[in-house]
């Protein structure tokens, strides 16, 4: 059994969907995992505590005054847990563990958490597309938790919306994904770029793109939850570093490529997730342009970095990631720029998707294979990119390429 000997706590806040808390506690028991359940108040009311010590052998934590607790049950219960997941996790509860609050069982455990921590969100759709909601979930997701769902379903009044939980087999499947990745990148360097590149025409304006740095970011985090160490090359975003990472801030793609090009032989894996200018302004003026009835700029072509690492990496980066947004023949396209850049694995978007957004669809392109993914958060992107990533790392003889230099056509 696939989660014999872990030991998970399951957090139940109150929603309809907290009937569903049985058939998860039950189904983790099943594949051999040891349940402790910890219940908000609002829980109570929905399930009796009394179902799941019937079904545990323990009483659920309900109240962190109960008398019958010696000492402080949320520090030892944090400590005791492999993992934490909180099923249903509704709107008010998510608010308040994003705010750090700890004033009942599920959130005092959560704060206490030694292991991993997992939300499966259920609301109605409204509440769960609320900026509030979606705020606390960055933040959640920001400090390492990981979102399960919700998923598009009939939600508890009969309509249909983003919102239903995930079904606690799902549930059950993606803690065993997690569990099984467990460290599988420790000792790795992994070196991300992220962002856009921003070009200056004079003091004050630059051509840029509206790459938000989502994606690279992602990768680090979870990189970094996988056990990896980290350098993130990052143009300039509005996100907070990754915790743990050795984050290097630059601009253009000039700079860009220095950061990388001084590194990349340090690194076992290098992923580039930047969304590079591949232009920059000839000049770039002392003072601001002055307004004229026309202007005409003069571009020249930047260096490409993927294909420079490409080309002239030997034994190291063992693997190179490169991402490709195309308009059409996207994996054909993106089978193209494997060869030409020597990348082992190209993730590619439909230019239509858009770049700004939390959720992405890929397809991952391989030498020998492709693999068309459902839309998901980019989180959940960033783990699948490193679940090939990991099988890469284990593929040998390492290849030395040589390939297409940094000039070659698109
Ligand atoms: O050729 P194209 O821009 O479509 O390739 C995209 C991939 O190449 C991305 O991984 C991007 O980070 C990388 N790239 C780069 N330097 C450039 C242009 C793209 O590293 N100048």
Redesign the pocket.
């Known amino acids: 059994m696939s989660l014999q000997g872990k030991r998970i706590v399951v957090g139940i806040s109150g929603g309809i969907a907290a009937f569903k808390a049985v058939e998860l506690v039950r189904e983790l028991m099943r594949r051999g995992a040891e349940v402790q359940v910890a219940m908000t108040n609002a829980a109570t009311r929905f399930v009796g505590p009394i179902t799941f010590a019937g079904l545990t052998g323990k009483p659920p934590v309900t109240d962190l005054w109960a008398e019958d607790y010696a000492g402080e049950v949320h520090v030892e219960l944090g400590e005791w847990a492999d993992a934490i997941v909180v099923a249903p996790a509704t709107m008010n509860l998510m608010a308040r563990a994003a705010s750090g609050l700890a004033d009942d069982a599920v959130l005092a455990t959560l704060a206490c958490a030694r292991g991993d921590i997992f939300f499966a969100p259920a609301m109605h759709h409204r509440m769960w597309a609320h900026e509030a909601t979606q705020a606390n979930v960055a933040r959640l997701i920001e400090r390492g938790a990981v979102m399960l769902g919700p998923v598009t379903g009939t939600l508890a009044n009969g309509e249909i919306g983003l919102g239903r939980m995930m079904e606690p087999e799902d549930i059950a499947d993606e803690l065993e994904t997690q569990f099984a990745r467990g460290d599988d990148l420790a000792g790795r360097h992994v070196l991300i770029?992220a962002g856009p590149t921003h070009e200056d025409l004079d003091p004050v304006r630059f051509l840029g793109n509206r790459s938000t740095g989502k994606m690279g970011y992602a990768i680090a985090s979870q990189a970094l939850r996988r056990g990896a160490s980290v350098t993130l090359v990052s143009g300039p975003v509005n996100l907070p570093d990754p915790r743990g990472a050795d984050v290097v801030c630059v601009r253009a793609?000039r700079e860009m490529?220095e950061a990388v090009m001084q590194r990349f032989e340090e690194a076992d894996v290098v992923i580039?997730?930047?969304?590079?200018?591949?232009y920059r302004p000839e000049q770039r003026a002392p003072r601001k342009i002055k307004k004229g009835n026309g202007l005409q700029l003069e571009l020249v072509r930047?260096?490409?970095?993927?294909?420079d690492v490409g080309a002239k990496r030997g034994h190291r980066p063992a693997v190179l990631v490169?991402?490709?947004?195309e308009t059409e023949n996207l994996e054909q396209a993106a089978r193209h720029?494997l060869e030409r850049?020597g990348a082992d694995l190209i993730v590619a978007n439909a230019a239509s998707d858009g770049l700004a957004g939390d959720t992405n669809r890929a397809t991952l392109v391989e030498a020998s294979s492709a693999t068309s993914l459902p839309e998901m958060s980019k989180h959940a992107l960033a783990n699948q990119i490193l679940d090939r990533v990991s099988a890469l790392l284990q593929r040998q003889p390492r290849r030395t390429a040589t390939k297409a230099g940094p000039d070659a056509p698109?």
Not at 302 to 307: F, K, Q, R, S, V
Request: aromatic share 4%.
């Open positions: 770029t793609a490529h580039m997730a930047a969304a590079v200018a591949d930047n260096p490409d970095i993927l294909a490169g991402f490709a947004l720029k850049k698109n």
